[in-house]
């Protein structure tokens, strides 16, 4: 059974930071390209990081660009999002996604919230 478990979620100030994690299960990880995504009531998903399986490939949107920082650990089938600097407009709900071709998956989200 495929499992993506987020944690990490949390109300931080404006200026804070967070660090998400994912946990997967129920299939082979290091095969897979993973990537966090964001989604604000009434906008459209928006990828904010990918990273592919070997770690040797990431991209970020340009508007967390400097400040989040994914990485992952094959070994723990654990992805994160580092999150620093964080900023009011960064509220959002944040998905783990896991995808190769012709499958992707994703976990139930884990929500942020940047106020003071």
């Known amino acids: 059974q495929v499992q993506l478990v987020e944690s990490g979620g949390g109300l931080v100030q404006p200026g804070g930071s967070l660090r998400l994690s994912c946990r997967a299960s129920?299939?082979?990880?290091?095969?897979?390209?993973m990537s966090w995504m964001r989604q604000v009531p009434g906008k459209r998903r928006e990828e904010v990081a990918l990273i592919s399986g070997d770690g040797g490939l990431i991209n970020y949107a340009g508007s967390v660009k400097g400040r989040f920082i994914i990485s992952r650990d094959n070994a723990k089938n654990t992805v994160y999002l580092q999150m620093n600097s964080l900023k009011v407009e960064d509220t959002a709900v944040y998905y783990c996604?896991?995808?190769?071709?012709?499958?992707?998956?994703w976990g139930q989200g884990t929500q942020v919230n940047v106020s003071s």
């Open positions: 996604n896991a995808r190769t071709i012709g499958i992707s998956y």
């Open positions: 129920g299939f082979t990880f290091s095969t897979y390209v």
